[in-house]
């Protein structure tokens, strides 16, 4: 199988930076999602890595280590809008998807 | 508004019983994902459709099926419903060209309960 493990809950603090851990099991895997989602919302994709390294699109980067099974997602000068669910994803080389449980981060003023 | 419908909004129907939910994807978008989301599950995979071809199968129950239709648009048949099948059912569409393949958007999501 591949479980995906992340933190429950994480605080930070609006303009900091924070970054919310991810390990999976690496047997057949092929790339890495990482999406956001509100409370009452449908989840929004932010990345995709397949590659090691780290990608950035603005405010978010998402990092991956295949060797290691383990990817971070990256947030700067942190919003209160930011105050979300970040849900990890894993898929593997039949296309399947296997999610964590969410990491659901509070920002504080 | 990510592009992908989805109805109906909420779906109220009694256990034992068959329900439809249709999903149309953003225009031009061949793949088609259905996700289940509940409190003590969490996000699930179901199923992926490519073009009208299932591409990937996760966590899908017997009692489920879907299809793709020459359209695109796609539907999720639940049926014999129990109690746990309570909860938002949602599905996204991504791209076609292999650079944005994996990039998905989700619609609003059809809340089911099942009494």
């Known amino acids: 199988g591949q479980n995906i493990d992340q933190p429950t809950e994480m605080t930070a603090t609006e303009g900091a930076i924070v970054q919310i851990n991810c390990t999976y099991q690496?047997?057949?895997?092929?790339?890495l999602f990482w999406y956001q989602q509100h409370a009452g919302e449908a989840p929004t994709f932010l990345s995709y890595?397949?590659?090691?390294g780290l990608e950035e699109k603005g405010r978010f980067s998402s990092f991956l280590s295949r060797s290691k099974g383990y990817s971070y997602l990256l947030l700067k000068e942190l919003q209160m809008k930011d105050s979300a669910s970040y849900l990890c994803?894993?898929?593997?080389?039949?296309?399947?998807?296997?999610f964590g449980k969410g990491t659901r981060l509070h920002i504080l003023p | 508004d990510s592009g992908v419908t989805q109805t109906p909004k909420h779906l109220i129907t009694a256990t034992g019983q068959r329900v439809t939910l249709r999903c149309s994807p953003r225009?031009?978008?061949?793949?088609v994902y259905w996700y289940q989301q509940s409190l003590d599950q969490g996000l699930q995979f179901l199923i992926q459709?490519?073009?009208?071809?299932?591409?990937a199968k996760g966590n899908i129950l017997e009692r489920f099926s879907a299809q793709q239709f020459p359209d695109l648009h796609s539907e999720l048949n639940l049926s014999s419903l129990e109690l746990g099948d309570s909860a938002l059912y949602f599905c996204?569409?991504?791209?076609?060209?292999?650079?944005?393949?994996?990039?998905?958007?989700f619609g609003p999501g059809t809340r089911l309960t099942v009494l």
């Open positions: 994803a894993s898929r593997n080389r039949d296309d399947k998807i296997i």
């Open positions: 690496t047997s057949g895997f092929n790339g």
């Open positions: 890595n397949v590659l090691d």
């Open positions: 225009s031009g978008d061949l793949s």
């Open positions: 459709y490519y073009n009208g071809e299932e591409r």
């Open positions: 996204a569409s991504s791209p076609s060209h292999f650079t944005s393949y994996n990039e998905q958007f």
